[in-house]
């Protein structure tokens, strides 16, 4: 598969300090890739410096083999963006501005405007001043501003922000479509790891302002996928009976009522064995590693937030 967008050893200071140190990155042709990370980790940062709207301190981004340099117009063309809150001329209508986009971007295509608006459901509302939109509908209007003009790689920045949970699904059935029948490469950052692990193909963790981990979701399933979980307010001897009763050594207590138990050892063995000990459970069941616990683990116990 053909690799998009390649990064080497991307950095940026800002007044001395690096908010981005040595991001190597490689998105492939067609897949769409999750971008992960706590806030202030740098992952808008990143996206800025891909759609050239931040100047890097130091590295090299390669968009289709060709190195970005300050007048790389037509391989910008090529993409499609939003970067943190889109914005509009609030007074024009959601067409206007869409057909204002196009004459900048010297993009001439009425049919293309169409399909956006449809793609997005806006076509009940496109004559509407944007003003009167809900941040969600601003939403939706950025991403069919975003795609109008075909690109080869969209770059999104939080773009299920606003959305209810029916317009979250939507759009995730738009970002399969994109990806799947478009064949467009979808770079996606978000703090909705459900969301993520629902459509990526590859995700990239970045803390502190370094890529920690890049890694296809396929890899991520086929780890260590089944635990069992147990919560208890007595975690202290439910861990002695793990050990002395059942010899049990992959485990991790997650906080003072969870532990989830790795090695393989049957429910009800495990179900007696508490129970005849005097622990109390308040539930134990058997569940899948998500994308979630994956973050989890890799930030040290730290959530995304």
Known sequence: MTTILRTWDL???????????????????????????????GKTTVMKMITNLVKPTAGNIEFFGESMTDHSYEMLKRMGCIIEYPVFYDKLTARENLQLHGEYMGYYDAKAMEEALELVKLRGVDKKPVKQFSLGMKQRLGIARAVMTKPELLILDEPI?????????????????????????????????????????????????????????????????????????????????????????????????????????QQLELNKALIEAGVELDSLSKKNLSLEDHFVELMGGEGIA
């Open 161 to 265: 922000n606003g959305l209810d949970p029916i317009g979250i699904k939507e759009l995730r059935e738009v970002f399969r479509m994109l990806s799947r029948e478009y064949g467009m490469t979808l770079l996606i950052s978000s703090h909705i790891l459900g969301e993520i692990e629902q459509v990526a193909d590859t995700i990239g963790v970045i803390r502190d302002g370094i890529l920690v981990e890049e890694v296809a979701m396929d890899m991520i399933r086929s780890q260590n996928t089944q635990y069992i979980e147990l919560i208890t307010g007595a975690s202290s001897k439910a861990v002695y009976v793990l050990e002395h009763k059942l010899g049990l050594t992959n485990f991790k207590v997650l906080d003072p009522r969870t532990i989830r138990i790795y090695d393989a050892v």
């Open 11 to 41: 950095t940026k200071e800002y007044q001395g300090k690096e908010a981005v140190s040595g991001v190597n990155m490689s998105i492939k042709q067609g897949e769409i890739y999750g971008f992960l990370g706590p806030n202030g980790a």
